[in-house]
T-cell receptor, first 113, second 110 residues
Framework: GAGVSQSPRYKVTKRGQDVALRCDPI?????LYWYRQALGQGPEFLTYFNYEAQQDKSGLPNDRFSAERPEGSISTLTIQRTEQRDSAMYRCASSPGQGDGYTFGSGTRLTVV | QKEVEQNSGPLSVPEGAIASLNCTYSDRVSQSFFWYRQYSGKSPELIMS????GDKEDGRFTAQLNKASQYVSLLIRDSQPSDSATYLC??????????FGQGTELSVKP
């Protein structure tokens, strides 16, 4: 697509529910990244993929968080058993290759109540 | 030391002045450096990249990199009110990901 597309834009969920956040990168972009951004802070790295291979998941806060990119295009970030502290803006970005500048999507605002 | 550090500001400059935004980084960040602009409520937008020591100019923007001092800066000439935003500095590490600073809020007063 023309840009990085994330869905949903907003998600309100009850504590304990699972959520899946979707990212559709720019067509042809090899690398896909997930970040989380708190208000007034810079994006915080979660995980990234080159093609379908997860290269680094060191930023995932705990084992309730997982991500996949099975066909090397669309990616899903899943949070199981959500907690209020998971509330944040989740941002996806893609780049033509590793080391290139990113293009960010519009983000998914997750609120856990 | 944080991997990428920025003064959170706010930095206030009058319209037409030069805005200078600064960033320092640790040894864990070394490969490439980027400046992003983020308007309130919007996503970060890439405005400059710099990979080697020295200056890189693009329109009213100049990025400066000094690897010996582990310092990268962004100068905005002839600042306009539309430049008011948060500017994020990011550095790439050998693992391929970007590490972002907390951002500097810039306010350009008419």
């Amino acid at each position: 697509g023309a840009g990085v597309s994330q869905s949903p834009r907003y998600k309100v969920t009850k504590r304990g529910q699972d959520v899946a956040l979707r990212c559709d990168p720019i067509s042809g972009h090899v690398s896909l990244y997930w970040y989380r951004q708190a208000l007034g802070q810079g994006p915080e790295f979660l995980t990234y993929f080159n093609y379908e291979a997860q290269q680094d998941k060191s930023g995932l806060p705990n084992d309730r968080f997982s991500a996949e990119r099975p066909e090397g295009s669309i990616s899903t970030l899943t949070i199981q058993r959500t907690e209020q502290r998971d509330s944040a803006m989740y941002r996806c970005a893609s780049s033509p290759g590793q080391g290139d500048g990113y293009t960010f999507g519009s983000g998914t605002r997750l609120t856990v109540v | 030391q944080k991997e990428v550090e920025q003064n959170s500001g706010p930095l206030s400059v009058p319209e037409g002045a030069i805005a200078s935004l600064n960033c320092t980084y640790s040894d864990r960040v070394s490969q490439s450096f980027f400046w992003y602009r983020q308007y309130s409520g919007k996503s970060p937008e890439l405005i400059m990249s710099i990979y080697s020591n020295g200056d890189k100019e693009d329109g009213r923007f100049t990025a400066q990199l000094n690897k010996a001092s582990q310092y990268v800066s962004l100068l905005i000439r002839d600042s306009q009110p539309s430049d008011s935003a948060t500017y994020l500095c990011a550095g790439g590490n050998q693992g391929g990901k970007l590490i972002f600073g907390q951002g500097t809020e810039l306010s350009v007063k008419p």
